[in-house]
C-alpha cells in the first residue's frame, strides 16, 4: 500500500473535523445549546489531533506525539459529554472542565512515562486500550439515547461506537503481535484499518448531524402536536391579537375550537376579524373598546368578560384575555384565550335569583310570623270590641241588681234602727239579696271568661256551658232590643277548639245578629241557636230575622276589612273563619228560613276516648 | 210622715219592682207593678192621690213615650222617673214635660220615699183644688141670672149704688140680690167671693 495512504486520510479526517466543528460552532451562535458544544469541542480537538500527528516530530515527542494522542483523548471525552447531555445526565461545565483537564494530563503523563520504560508498541496498546474503552461508553450511550428517543440515528450511533471500538481492539492485537505499531506503518492491515476508522468517524459525524435534527423535528413535532392537541382539546380557544395604529384588529391565528365558539372556522377569523370584534353586543361594545385600548396603552394584561351575538342571534358569555408577547407591546401580537362562560353565567344569575327567593322566603317567614302576632292581637281586640259594644246593656244589668239589692239593704237597715225587724222579713230579703247577687255574678263570670287566655281544662269542657255563658252576656242586650232568643240545644258536645275561642266566635255572630235587629225596625225580632251532631261534626247555626247579607257582598263576607260598611263586623266574621277554620272546621253563610242571615259552622267534635 | 196614696211602678225589672214594692208598701202606700208601659196602659186604673215610678229604658215604649201619651190623654199623674242610665237631653225632655222629679239608680231609699211623699201631697192638692173649684161651678150655675149679673159686677169691684144704676134697679133689691149670692156661694165676706171665683176661674 502506498505509505502516504494513512497520512492522507488522517490530513483528510483533520481538516473535516475541523469543517464539522466549525459548521456545528456557527449552530451555536442560534442556539445555546451544551450538547452541540460539547460535540462541536470534540470535533475540534480530535481535528487538531489528527493534524498534528502528522506533523510530529520525534525529536519533540512531547508536544507531537503526546499532545496530539492526549487531545485526541479530550475529543473523545467531549463526545461522550455531548452525549450524556443529549440523555439529560450531563454534569455542570465547571466539572467537565476539571476532567477533562485532569484527564488530559493524566493520560499526557501517563503515555510519556510508558514510552520511557517500555517499548513504543506498548504506547500504541494503551491508546488503543483507552480509545477501545471510550468508543464502548459512547456506544452504551448512543444505544440509551436509541432507547429512550427510538431514533434511528442514535441506533447508528451507538453501532459505530461498538465498530470503532472493535477496529481499536484489532490495532491491539496487531500492536501485541508486533506487526502494526506504527499508525503510519504502510501495511496491508494497517491501511485497511484506518480506512475502517475513518470511514466510521465520518459515520459518527453525520449521524449525529441526523440525530440532531431528527430529536428537533421530533421534539419540534412533538411541540406541534401537543399544541394542536392542546388546541383542540382545551374547552377554549388560543388566538394571536394584532391592533393597528389605526384600531383595525387582525386576528393572525386563532385555535380551531373557536367554530365552537362563534360558528366561524379559525380561518374565516383569520381572513377577516371583524367576524369576531363585531360580534361583540352592542350594549357591551363600548365597554369592550374602552378595556382594550387601556390594555394596549398600558401594556398590561387585558381581560373581559362580555357578550356577543352569534350568528343565530344567540346571546352568549365569553372570557377574553390577552399579553403582549413582547416588551414592545404596541407593535407586537397579543397572545390570548376566548372562553365560552354562558353557562357559568347563567348558573351565576340562577344563583342570584335562588339566593333573592331565598332572601324573598326568609321575608315571607318574617311577614308570617308578623301575620300570626297581629291576628293574635286582633283576637284580642275582637274580644274588647264586642263585649264593649255590649258594654252599655253589660253595665245597665249589673246596675239592676246591685241597685235593687241597695233599696233591700237599705230597707233592712231601717228595720233594724226602728226595731221592726222580723225572722221572716229577714228571710224574705236575704232571699231576694242572694238573687240578685247571683244574677249580677253570672253576668261578671261570664264576661271574665270571654277575656281568660287559658284555662287548665281547656282541653274539655261543654258546649252547652259555653253557650249559656255567652247568652247571659247578650240577654240584656236583647231584652233592650226587644229580640227573642230561641235556642235548640243538642247533648252533651265537646269540640275540638278550645273554649275562649269558640266563646268569642258566638259572641260575634250572636253581636251581630243583635247590631242587625236593633238597626232598623223589624215586624220580628228573633235570633235562633240551633245545634245538632252530623258524623264527627257538631253543625251550630244561628239565624237572625233580620235583612240578611246583600248578594253583593256575599261573596268576600269572610275577608278581612272587606264590607266598607262596618269594619268592625268585617274584621270580626274573618276572625270567626280564621278560628274555625284553625281548627279544621268551616264556617258558612246561607239564608235562614225567617229572611234573614244564617252563619253555620261545622267542627269536628272530640272523639270519645 | 205617712200619707196613704198609690204608687204605681213601671219598670222591666223583676228585681227592681220586688225591692221597691217591699220598701214603698212598709211606708204605708198601695203600690202596684207594672212590667211595661203598654202593661200599664192596659191594666191601670189611677187612683189618686198617686204618683208613677217610671224606668226610662224600657223595651215596648221608653218612659218618655209614656209620659207623651200620658200628657196627650190628659192625665196629670205625677210621674218620677228612675233610671240608670239616661242621655241628659232625656232627662231635660222629661222635667220639660212635666216630671216632677228624676232619681238615678241606685237610689238611696230615704230619697226615694221623700220624693214619693212629695209627689202624692201635690196630687193630693191638686185633687183638693180641683174637687174645690168644681163644687163652687155647681153653686154658681144654681144662681138666678140676675144674681149672677149681680155678683158679676160686685166681684168687679162695684158699689151697691153703681150696681143698681147698671142694672137698672133700686138699690133695695141690689142689696137683697147680694145677701142671697153670699147665703147661695157659702162665703160670708166679699173677699172670700172673690177668692173663689179665682180659684174656679169663672167668668174672668
Avoid at chain 1, 390594555?295 to 352569534?310: C, L, Q, V
Avoid at chain 1, 239589692?405 to 232571699?431: R, V
Avoid at chain 1, 235548640?488 to 275561642?501: H, T
Amino acid at each position: 500500500m502506498n505509505a502516504t495512504l494513512v497520512p492522507a486520510i488522517f490530513l483528510f479526517y483533520g481538516i473535516l473535523s475541523l469543517a464539522y466543528a466549525g459548521v456545528l460552532i456557527q449552530f451555536l451562535s442560534r442556539r445555546k445549546d451544551r450538547v452541540i458544544a460539547f460535540w462541536s469541542s470534540g470535533a475540534l480537538c480530535v481535528g487538531i489531533a489528527t493534524i498534528a500527528t502528522i506533523f510530529r516530530d520525534p525529536s519533540n515527542l512531547i508536544a507531537t506525539y503526546v499532545g496530539a494522542n492526549g487531545l485526541a483523548f479530550i475529543g473523545y471525552l467531549l463526545f461522550n459529554y455531548a452525549l450524556k447531555e443529549f440523555l439529560a445526565i450531563g454534569a455542570s461545565t465547571k466539572r467537565i472542565l476539571l476532567v477533562t483537564t485532569a484527564a488530559f494530563f493524566a493520560y499526557c503523563f501517563s503515555l510519556y512515562f510508558v514510552g520511557i520504560f517500555f517499548e513504543s508498541k506498548y504506547q500504541t496498546i494503551f491508546i488503543s486500550t483507552l480509545v477501545v474503552m471510550t468508543s464502548a461508553y459512547a456506544g452504551v450511550l448512543g444505544y440509551r439515547i436509541y432507547k429512550k428517543s427510538k431514533i434511528n440515528h442514535a441506533a447508528i450511533l451507538s453501532a459505530t461506537s461498538f465498530l470503532n471500538s472493535f477496529i481499536w481492539a484489532l490495532r491491539i492485537l496487531l500492536a501485541a503481535s508486533d506487526i502494526s505499531i506504527n499508525a503510519f506503518n504502510p501495511s496491508v492491515f494497517n491501511s485497511i484499518i484506518f480506512v475502517c476508522i475513518f470511514l466510521l468517524g465520518m459515520f459518527w459525524y453525520f449521524n449525529f448531524i441526523g440525530l440532531l435534527y431528527s430529536q428537533s423535528n421530533e421534539a419540534e413535532q412533538e411541540a406541534l402536536s401537543r399544541f394542536e392537541g392542546m388546541a383542540k382539546t382545551l374547552p377554549c380557544a388560543l388566538y394571536e391579537y394584532y391592533l393597528y395604529p389605526d384600531y383595525t384588529s387582525e386576528f393572525r391565528y386563532f385555535s380551531p375550537s373557536i367554530k365552537e365558539i362563534v360558528g366561524h372556522s379559525a380561518r374565516a377569523i383569520m381572513k377577516n376579524a371583524s367576524l369576531i370584534i363585531d360580534r361583540v353586543h352592542p350594549e357591551d361594545k363600548e365597554y369592550f373598546w374602552k378595556v382594550n385600548l387601556e390594555a394596549y396603552n398600558s401594556g398590561k394584561t387585558f381581560f373581559i368578560e362580555t357578550r356577543m351575538i352569534i350568528w343565530d342571534g344567540t346571546i352568549k358569555w365569553v372570557q377574553l384575555s390577552s399579553s403582549p408577547r413582547g416588551e414592545d407591546f404596541k407593535n407586537v401580537s397579543w397572545s390570548g384565550y376566548i372562553i365560552d362562560i354562558t353557562e357559568r353565567k347563567t348558573l351565576e344569575a340562577a344563583a342570584l335569583r335562588v339566593d333573592s327567593i331565598t332572601k324573598e322566603n326568609e321575608a315571607i317567614t318574617l311577614l308570617l310570623k308578623e301575620k300570626e302576632r297581629l291576628v293574635t292581637s286582633l283576637l284580642k281586640a275582637n274580644k274588647t270590641a264586642t263585649t264593649g259594644a255590649l258594654s252599655a246593656s253589660i253595665a245597665h244589668e249589673l246596675n239592676q241588681p246591685i241597685g235593687a239589692s241597695n233599696i233591700n239593704i237599705q230597707f233592712l237597715q231601717k228595720k233594724l234602727d226602728n226595731n221592726e225587724f222580723s225572722p221572716e222579713l229577714g228571710k224574705q230579703i236575704l232571699a231576694l239579696l242572694a238573687r240578685d247577687n247571683d244574677r249580677a255574678g253570672n253576668i261578671i263570670r261570664s264576661l271574665r271568661s270571654i277575656f281568660l287566655e287559658t284555662r287548665e281544662d281547656d282541653d274539655f269542657w261543654e258546649f252547652n256551658d259555653a253557650l249559656d255563658s255567652i247568652l247571659e252576656i247578650i240577654r240584656p242586650e236583647c231584652r233592650k232590643n226587644n229580640i227573642t232568643l230561641s235556642i235548640q240545644e243538642s247533648g252533651n258536645l265537646n269540640l275540638v277548639a278550645s273554649e275562649v275561642e269558640i266563646k268569642q266566635v258566638l259572641l260575634n255572630l250572636l253581636n251581630n245578629a243583635i247590631r242587625e235587629l236593633g238597626d232598623v225596625h223589624h215586624s220580628r225580632k228573633e235570633i235562633l241557636i240551633e245545634c245538632a251532631v252530623e258524623g264527627n261534626l257538631a253543625m251550630i247555626a244561628i239565624s237572625d230575622s233580620g235583612r240578611g247579607v246583600p248578594l253583593e257582598l256575599q261573596d268576600n263576607l269572610f275577608e278581612l276589612l272587606s264590607s266598607e260598611k262596618n269594619i268592625g263586623m268585617g274584621l270580626g266574621l274573618w276572625l270567626c273563619k280564621h278560628i274555625i277554620t284553625r281548627h279544621g272546621g268551616k264556617l258558612h253563610y246561607g239564608q235562614s228560613d225567617m229572611g234573614g242571615a244564617k252563619f253555620l259552622i261545622a267542627i269536628p267534635i272530640l272523639p270519645n276516648e | 210622715m205617712k200619707s196613704s196614696g198609690h204608687i204605681y211602678v213601671i219598670d222591666d225589672d223583676q228585681s227592681i219592682r220586688d225591692s221597691l214594692s217591699i220598701a214603698l208598701r212598709d211606708s204605708g202606700y198601695e203600690v202596684m207593678n207594672f212590667s211595661g208601659a203598654i202593661d200599664f196602659l192596659d191594666r191601670a186604673v189611677v187612683i189618686g192621690p198617686a204618683v208613677i215610678l217610671l224606668d226610662m229604658q224600657m223595651p215596648d215604649l221608653t218612659g218618655l213615650e209614656l209620659q207623651e201619651r200620658l200628657n196627650k190623654m190628659g192625665r196629670s199623674t205625677p210621674i218620677i222617673f228612675i233610671s240608670g242610665q239616661s242621655h241628659p237631653k232625656q232627662i231635660v225632655e222629661s222635667f220639660r214635660k212635666g216630671a216632677i222629679n228624676f232619681i238615678f239608680k241606685p237610689f238611696n231609699l230615704g230619697e226615694l220615699v221623700e220624693a214619693v211623699r212629695a209627689a202624692i201631697d201635690a196630687d193630693s192638692s191638686k185633687e183638693y183644688s180641683n174637687a174645690r173649684s168644681d163644687k163652687i161651678k155647681d153653686l154658681y150655675a144654681s144662681l138666678t141670672p140676675r144674681e149672677k149679673d149681680v155678683c158679676d159686677l160686685l166681684v168687679k169691684g162695684f158699689l151697691s149704688k153703681d150696681v143698681a144704676d147698671t142694672l137698672n134697679i133700686s138699690s133695695a133689691t141690689v142689696k137683697i140680690h147680694k145677701s142671697r149670692v153670699m147665703k147661695k156661694m157659702r162665703v160670708s165676706s166679699m173677699q172670700l167671693l172673690v177668692s173663689c171665683y179665682i180659684q174656679s176661674g169663672i167668668g174672668i
